[in-house]
Nanobody, 120 residues
Framework: QVQLVESGGGLVQPGGSLRLSCAAS????????MAWYRQAPGKQRELVAG???????NYADSVKGRFTISGDNAKNTVYLQMNSLKPEDTAVYYC??????????????WGKGTLVTVSS
């Protein structure tokens, strides 16, 4: 069994900052990449940022320059530092990991999500 547990969401004023964390646990053989997605009410889930095990990153255009993704391979943890938050960043943020457990092919796993609300 693999679990992805997100934390760090909450209510923040426009212009504020939040840091999300996602820890993967279980019988993990290797993690290839981790990412953050978000889904706002009435909208499709979208990629926010991703990071490979080698440290390569990619970002949605809407968050470039404001959000930073980072990872700790030793802890199987990924972080999302979100600065200069805007009301349009309000969404449920989901952690995603592409990984292998022993004896199985690579698969995608998802966390349950953490709510980020940007409002004054």
């Amino acid at each position: 069994q693999v679990q992805l547990v997100e934390s760090g969401g909450g209510l923040v004023q426009p212009g504020g900052s939040l840091r999300l964390s996602c820890a993967a646990s279980g019988s993990i053989f290797s993690i290839y990449a981790m990412a953050w997605y978000r889904q706002a009410p009435g909208k499709q889930r979208e990629l926010v940022a991703g990071i490979t095990s080698g440290g390569s990153t990619n970002y949605a255009d809407s968050v470039k320059g404001r959000f930073t993704i980072s990872g700790d391979n030793a802890k199987n943890t990924v972080y999302l530092q979100m600065n200069s938050l805007k009301p349009e960043d309000t969404a449920v943020y989901y952690c995603n990991a592409g990984l292998r457990v022993a004896g199985a092919p690579p698969m995608d796993y998802w966390g349950k999500g953490t709510l980020v609300t940007v409002s004054s």
